[in-house]
Protein backbone atom coordinates (compact mmCIF):
# COMPACT_ATOMS: atom_id res chain seq x y z
CA UNK A 1 0.00 0.00 0.00
CA UNK A 2 1.43 3.23 -0.94
CA UNK A 3 2.35 6.06 1.98
CA UNK A 4 -0.43 7.96 3.07
CA UNK A 5 -0.13 11.79 2.85
CA UNK A 6 0.32 13.76 6.14
CA UNK A 7 -1.26 17.12 5.73
CA UNK A 8 -3.92 18.68 7.54
CA UNK A 9 -5.28 21.65 5.84
CA UNK A 10 -8.57 21.30 3.38
CA UNK A 11 -6.98 21.09 -0.55
CA UNK A 12 -7.17 24.24 -2.56
CA UNK A 13 -5.18 24.56 -5.67
CA UNK A 14 -3.36 28.19 -6.56
CA UNK A 15 -5.06 30.02 -8.65
CA UNK A 16 -1.73 31.52 -10.22
CA UNK A 17 -0.39 27.51 -9.95
CA UNK A 18 -3.11 26.06 -11.98
CA UNK A 19 -3.41 29.10 -14.71
CA UNK A 20 0.80 29.24 -15.07
CA UNK A 21 0.28 25.35 -15.39
CA UNK A 22 -2.33 25.68 -17.89
CA UNK A 23 -0.11 28.24 -20.22
CA UNK A 24 3.20 26.58 -19.85
CA UNK A 25 1.88 23.53 -21.27
CA UNK A 26 -1.02 24.22 -23.90
CA UNK A 27 -0.27 27.71 -24.48
CA UNK A 28 -2.54 30.31 -23.17
CA UNK A 29 -6.60 29.79 -24.30
CA UNK A 30 -8.60 33.13 -22.74
CA UNK A 31 -11.68 31.05 -23.38
CA UNK A 32 -10.13 27.59 -21.73
CA UNK A 33 -11.98 26.67 -18.15
CA UNK A 34 -14.02 30.17 -18.52
CA UNK A 35 -17.63 28.20 -19.96
CA UNK A 36 -16.70 25.63 -16.81
CA UNK A 37 -16.26 28.96 -14.26
CA UNK A 38 -19.26 28.11 -11.87
CA UNK A 39 -18.23 24.68 -11.07
CA UNK A 40 -14.85 24.03 -12.37
CA UNK A 41 -12.66 26.53 -11.40
CA UNK A 42 -10.41 24.18 -10.32
CA UNK A 43 -10.12 25.76 -6.71
CA UNK A 44 -11.94 22.33 -5.42
CA UNK A 45 -12.63 23.98 -1.47
CA UNK A 46 -14.76 20.84 -0.82
CA UNK A 47 -15.93 20.85 2.96
CA UNK A 48 -13.71 17.91 3.59
CA UNK A 49 -10.14 17.70 5.16
CA UNK A 50 -7.04 16.21 3.46
CA UNK A 51 -6.78 13.78 6.15
CA UNK A 52 -9.91 11.96 6.49
CA UNK A 53 -10.05 11.41 2.46
CA UNK A 54 -6.70 10.01 2.26
CA UNK A 55 -7.43 7.72 5.38
CA UNK A 56 -9.43 5.56 2.67
CA UNK A 57 -7.71 6.45 -0.62
CA UNK A 58 -5.94 3.25 -1.43
CA UNK A 59 -9.23 0.92 -0.72
CA UNK A 60 -11.44 3.36 -2.63
CA UNK A 61 -9.33 3.05 -5.55
CA UNK A 62 -8.61 -0.09 -6.06
CA UNK A 63 -12.16 -1.46 -5.45
CA UNK A 64 -14.70 1.24 -3.80
CA UNK A 65 -17.70 -0.88 -3.36
CA UNK A 66 -15.53 -3.49 -1.68
CA UNK A 67 -14.17 -1.28 1.17
CA UNK A 68 -17.71 0.47 1.68
CA UNK A 69 -19.29 -2.38 2.02
CA UNK A 70 -17.79 -2.79 5.29
CA UNK A 71 -19.94 0.07 6.68
CA UNK A 72 -23.59 1.25 6.39
CA UNK A 73 -24.60 1.12 2.61
CA UNK A 74 -25.58 4.75 3.01
CA UNK A 75 -21.75 5.53 3.17
CA UNK A 76 -21.04 3.91 0.07
CA UNK A 77 -21.95 7.51 -1.75
CA UNK A 78 -19.13 9.01 0.66
CA UNK A 79 -16.69 7.17 -0.29
CA UNK A 80 -17.69 7.16 -3.82
CA UNK A 81 -17.93 11.22 -3.93
CA UNK A 82 -14.66 11.38 -1.66
CA UNK A 83 -13.02 8.97 -4.50
CA UNK A 84 -13.79 11.16 -7.49
CA UNK A 85 -12.48 14.33 -5.61
CA UNK A 86 -9.21 12.82 -4.76
CA UNK A 87 -8.80 11.52 -8.84
CA UNK A 88 -10.36 14.97 -10.19
CA UNK A 89 -7.77 16.47 -7.74
CA UNK A 90 -5.19 14.52 -9.26
CA UNK A 91 -6.20 15.02 -12.64
CA UNK A 92 -7.58 11.88 -13.07
CA UNK A 93 -10.71 12.60 -14.54
CA UNK A 94 -11.24 9.53 -16.19
CA UNK A 95 -10.79 7.84 -13.10
CA UNK A 96 -13.20 10.62 -11.23
CA UNK A 97 -15.88 10.05 -13.70
CA UNK A 98 -15.90 6.49 -13.44
CA UNK A 99 -17.21 7.44 -9.53
CA UNK A 100 -19.07 9.59 -10.09
CA UNK A 101 -21.12 7.33 -12.72
CA UNK A 102 -21.15 4.56 -9.82
CA UNK A 103 -23.60 6.83 -7.37
CA UNK A 104 -25.69 7.47 -10.61
CA UNK A 105 -26.54 3.82 -11.21
CA UNK A 106 -27.62 4.03 -7.31
CA UNK A 107 -28.83 7.29 -7.23
CA UNK A 108 -29.73 8.72 -11.28
CA UNK A 109 -31.28 12.33 -10.06
CA UNK A 110 -28.40 13.31 -7.42
CA UNK A 111 -27.03 16.36 -8.45
CA UNK A 112 -24.05 16.20 -6.72
CA UNK A 113 -23.00 13.06 -8.64
CA UNK A 114 -24.73 14.83 -12.02
CA UNK A 115 -22.37 18.00 -11.90
CA UNK A 116 -19.69 16.54 -10.60
CA UNK A 117 -19.70 13.64 -14.05
CA UNK A 118 -20.15 16.07 -16.49
CA UNK A 119 -17.24 18.29 -15.25
CA UNK A 120 -14.57 15.19 -14.93
CA UNK A 121 -16.45 13.75 -17.94
CA UNK A 122 -15.78 16.54 -20.03
CA UNK A 123 -12.11 17.11 -19.25
CA UNK A 124 -11.75 13.15 -20.19
CA UNK A 125 -13.61 13.32 -23.58
CA UNK A 126 -16.55 11.37 -22.07
CA UNK A 127 -19.21 13.44 -24.08
CA UNK A 128 -21.68 10.81 -25.09
CA UNK A 129 -22.00 8.80 -21.72
CA UNK A 130 -22.35 12.38 -19.87
CA UNK A 131 -24.83 13.56 -21.84
CA UNK A 132 -27.23 9.79 -20.88
CA UNK A 133 -27.15 10.43 -17.61
CA UNK A 134 -28.30 14.26 -18.11
CA UNK A 135 -31.10 13.48 -20.29
CA UNK A 136 -32.04 10.60 -17.80
CA UNK A 137 -32.20 13.04 -14.97
CA UNK A 138 -33.94 15.48 -17.02
CA UNK A 139 -36.34 13.26 -17.71
CA UNK A 140 -37.36 13.33 -14.57
CA UNK A 141 -36.91 16.83 -13.64
CA UNK A 142 -37.79 19.08 -17.06
CA UNK A 143 -37.58 22.29 -15.73
CA UNK A 144 -34.09 21.88 -14.18
CA UNK A 145 -32.51 25.11 -16.31
CA UNK A 146 -29.22 23.64 -14.09
CA UNK A 147 -29.23 20.40 -15.53
CA UNK A 148 -30.11 21.76 -19.24
CA UNK A 149 -27.15 23.96 -19.14
CA UNK A 150 -25.15 21.75 -18.00
CA UNK A 151 -26.03 18.97 -21.42
CA UNK A 152 -25.46 22.86 -23.07
CA UNK A 153 -21.47 22.51 -21.87
CA UNK A 154 -21.10 18.73 -22.92
CA UNK A 155 -22.01 19.61 -26.84
CA UNK A 156 -20.05 22.81 -26.60
CA UNK A 157 -17.11 20.42 -25.37
CA UNK A 158 -17.61 17.67 -28.37
CA UNK A 159 -18.17 20.73 -30.33
CA UNK A 160 -21.64 20.18 -31.62
CA UNK A 161 -22.63 23.75 -31.22
CA UNK A 162 -26.01 24.35 -32.77
CA UNK A 163 -27.40 21.35 -30.59
CA UNK A 164 -25.16 23.17 -27.43
CA UNK A 165 -26.80 26.46 -28.57
CA UNK A 166 -30.56 24.81 -28.78
CA UNK A 167 -29.88 23.28 -25.00
CA UNK A 168 -29.03 26.94 -23.73
CA UNK A 169 -31.43 28.90 -25.02
CA UNK A 170 -34.36 26.55 -23.18
CA UNK A 171 -32.46 26.69 -20.23
CA UNK A 172 -32.79 30.47 -20.28
CA UNK A 173 -36.33 29.86 -21.27
CA UNK A 174 -37.05 28.29 -17.90
CA UNK A 175 -34.60 30.17 -15.94
CA UNK A 176 -33.73 33.90 -17.64
CA UNK A 177 -31.99 35.27 -14.72
CA UNK A 178 -28.61 33.31 -14.57
CA UNK A 179 -25.72 35.39 -15.67
CA UNK A 180 -23.79 32.06 -16.50
CA UNK A 181 -26.08 30.98 -19.20
CA UNK A 182 -26.00 33.82 -21.42
CA UNK A 183 -22.14 34.04 -21.24
CA UNK A 184 -22.01 30.28 -22.13
CA UNK A 185 -24.34 31.61 -25.11
CA UNK A 186 -21.74 34.35 -26.40
CA UNK A 187 -19.38 31.72 -26.07
CA UNK A 188 -21.14 28.94 -28.27
CA UNK A 189 -22.08 32.19 -30.53
CA UNK A 190 -18.72 32.89 -30.86
CA UNK A 191 -17.58 29.13 -31.44
CA UNK A 192 -20.79 29.60 -34.66
CA UNK A 193 -18.95 32.93 -35.78
CA UNK A 194 -22.17 34.60 -34.67
CA UNK A 195 -20.65 37.72 -33.02
CA UNK A 196 -23.41 39.61 -32.88
CA UNK A 197 -25.46 37.71 -30.98
CA UNK A 198 -22.70 37.05 -28.99
CA UNK A 199 -22.57 40.73 -27.99
CA UNK A 200 -25.96 40.35 -27.08
CA UNK A 201 -25.10 37.64 -24.76
CA UNK A 202 -22.56 39.23 -23.30
CA UNK A 203 -23.90 42.41 -22.79
CA UNK A 204 -27.21 40.66 -20.50
CA UNK A 205 -24.73 38.49 -18.45
CA UNK A 206 -23.24 41.97 -17.62
CA UNK A 207 -26.20 43.34 -16.92
CA UNK A 208 -27.12 40.73 -14.82
CA UNK A 209 -23.61 40.36 -13.18
CA UNK A 210 -21.92 44.09 -13.48
CA UNK A 211 -17.98 43.94 -13.82
CA UNK A 212 -17.55 40.24 -13.43
CA UNK A 213 -15.02 39.50 -14.43
CA UNK A 214 -15.15 35.95 -16.39
CA UNK A 215 -17.66 37.85 -18.68
CA UNK A 216 -15.85 39.86 -19.68
CA UNK A 217 -13.02 37.76 -20.55
CA UNK A 218 -14.92 35.78 -23.05
CA UNK A 219 -16.45 39.13 -24.08
CA UNK A 220 -12.76 40.37 -24.96
CA UNK A 221 -12.22 37.42 -26.28
CA UNK A 222 -14.87 37.51 -28.69
CA UNK A 223 -14.41 40.91 -29.71
CA UNK A 224 -11.02 40.11 -30.74
CA UNK A 225 -11.93 37.12 -32.80
CA UNK A 226 -14.33 39.81 -34.45
CA UNK A 227 -10.98 41.85 -35.37
CA UNK A 228 -11.65 44.40 -32.82
CA UNK A 229 -8.79 44.97 -31.01
CA UNK A 230 -9.84 48.64 -29.20
CA UNK A 231 -13.33 47.21 -27.92
CA UNK A 232 -11.43 43.67 -26.62
CA UNK A 233 -8.52 45.60 -24.74
CA UNK A 234 -11.36 47.76 -22.96
CA UNK A 235 -12.82 44.39 -21.87
CA UNK A 236 -9.75 42.84 -21.01
CA UNK A 237 -8.61 45.95 -19.08
CA UNK A 238 -11.85 45.90 -17.04
CA UNK A 239 -11.62 42.14 -16.43
CA UNK A 240 -8.33 42.46 -14.99
CA UNK A 241 -9.19 45.45 -12.97
CA UNK A 242 -12.69 43.91 -11.35
CA UNK A 243 -12.96 42.71 -7.92
CA UNK A 244 -11.83 38.60 -8.31
CA UNK A 245 -9.70 39.32 -11.12
CA UNK A 246 -7.39 36.46 -11.76
CA UNK A 247 -3.70 35.88 -12.78
CA UNK A 248 -5.94 34.43 -16.23
CA UNK A 249 -7.61 37.80 -16.65
CA UNK A 250 -3.79 39.33 -16.36
CA UNK A 251 -2.39 37.37 -18.73
CA UNK A 252 -4.95 38.23 -20.97
CA UNK A 253 -4.63 41.81 -21.42
CA UNK A 254 -0.63 41.77 -21.29
CA UNK A 255 -1.40 39.59 -24.29
CA UNK A 256 -3.46 42.07 -26.16
CA UNK A 257 -0.66 44.44 -25.18
CA UNK A 258 1.91 42.30 -26.51
CA UNK A 259 -0.24 42.14 -30.01
CA UNK A 260 -0.07 45.17 -30.59
CA UNK A 261 3.69 45.71 -29.46
CA UNK A 262 3.22 47.01 -26.52
CA UNK A 263 5.38 45.00 -24.22
CA UNK A 264 6.88 47.70 -22.06
CA UNK A 265 3.18 48.53 -21.16
CA UNK A 266 2.69 44.69 -20.51
CA UNK A 267 5.32 44.36 -18.42
CA UNK A 268 4.48 47.61 -16.07
CA UNK A 269 0.84 46.51 -16.06
CA UNK A 270 2.36 42.78 -14.71
CA UNK A 271 4.90 44.29 -12.45
CA UNK A 272 2.12 46.11 -10.84
CA UNK A 273 0.00 43.20 -10.77
CA UNK A 274 2.44 40.24 -9.50
CA UNK A 275 5.11 39.57 -7.30
CA UNK A 276 8.65 39.79 -9.44
CA UNK A 277 9.06 36.02 -10.12
CA UNK A 278 5.43 35.31 -11.18
CA UNK A 279 5.51 38.62 -13.24
CA UNK A 280 8.54 37.12 -15.37
CA UNK A 281 7.11 34.26 -15.54
CA UNK A 282 3.63 35.97 -17.22
CA UNK A 283 5.73 38.25 -19.02
CA UNK A 284 7.63 35.06 -20.63
CA UNK A 285 4.55 33.55 -21.61
CA UNK A 286 2.99 36.51 -23.15
CA UNK A 287 6.01 37.16 -25.29
CA UNK A 288 6.44 33.48 -26.72
CA UNK A 289 2.47 33.69 -27.13
CA UNK A 290 1.95 36.98 -29.02
CA UNK A 291 5.05 35.67 -31.17
CA UNK A 292 2.47 32.83 -32.68
CA UNK A 293 0.82 32.99 -35.88
CA UNK A 294 -2.34 31.56 -34.21
CA UNK A 295 -5.23 34.04 -33.28
CA UNK A 296 -4.98 34.81 -29.72
CA UNK A 297 -8.34 33.19 -27.67
CA UNK A 298 -9.11 30.50 -30.49
CA UNK A 299 -8.68 26.92 -28.84
CA UNK A 300 -5.56 25.76 -30.44
Given at each position: ??????????????T???????S????????????D??M???S?????????K?????A??QD???E???????????????A???AE?EGA????A?????????H?????AL???S???????????V???L?????N?????G??????K?YY???E??N?M??I?Q???????????YS???A??????F?T??A?F???A??L??N???V?H???T??L?NG?????E???????Q???????N?Q?Y?????K????????????????R??A?L?Y?????????P???G???
Amino acid sequence: MKELRKTSYPIKISTIAAALLTSACAGFDMRQGMIDSDMADMSLSQDYNQNDKYAHQDAIQQDPLSEASQYDKKDIRIYLADAARIAEDEGAFSEAAGHWHKILEKHPNREEALYGLSRTGRKAGLGKPVLSALFKAIGNDPNNSGLIAETAKVYYSIGEYKNAMAQIEQAIKINDEKWEYYSLGGAISDKMNFFTDAASFYERALALSPNNPKVLHNYATSRLMNGDMRSAEQYAYDAAQSEGATIRNYQAYAEILGKQGRFEDAKSFLDNKLDRREAKLVYDMVKAETASPVLWGRSQ
